[in-house]
C-alpha cells in the first residue's frame, strides 16, 4: 500500500483496457451514473460496477449516491505516480536517443 492507505496499486488498476477507457471518460465528464458509463461498453453493468471497484480501491475514482443512482467522479491524484513514473523513463529515452544520433553524426564524418 501507499501513504493513501489505498488498497490496490495504480499500476495494477490501469493495466486493463476497459479501466483506462473508464478512466478517459470520468477525465471527459465531471460525474457520471452508472448507467451512462454502461453504455459506453458491450459488457453488462455487473462487469463495469467491478473495474469501478478496482479503480475505487486504487483511490482513482469517487462515487456518491444521488437517490437510487451511483455517480461516478475521476480523482486524478493516484495517477501521478504512474506520470512520474513514465517521465523517468521518458526522459531516460530522451537522452538515450541524443546519443544515438550523436553516434550516427560521427559516423557520417
Do not use: C
Amino acid at each position: 500500500m501507499n501513504e493513501n492507505n489505498q488498497l490496490r496499486d495504480a499500476f495494477d488498476a490501469i493495466a486493463d483496457p476497459t479501466r483506462r477507457q473508464l478512466i478517459r471518460l470520468l477525465a471527459e465528464a465531471d460525474e457520471i451514473p452508472l448507467h451512462e458509463l454502461t453504455a459506453q461498453f458491450q459488457m453488462g453493468r455487473t462487469a463495469v460496477s467491478k473495474h469501478l471497484t478496482i479503480l475505487k480501491e486504487a483511490g482513482m475514482v469517487l462515487d456518491r449516491k444521488v437517490g437510487r443512482e451511483t455517480r461516478f467522479r475521476l480523482n486524478a491524484a493516484p495517477l501521478r505516480e504512474i506520470q512520474d513514473w513514465v517521465a523517468f523513463y521518458s526522459k531516460y529515452w530522451s537522452t538515450n536517443m541524443l546519443r544515438l544520433n550523436q553516434l550516427f553524426e560521427e559516423e557520417e564524418q
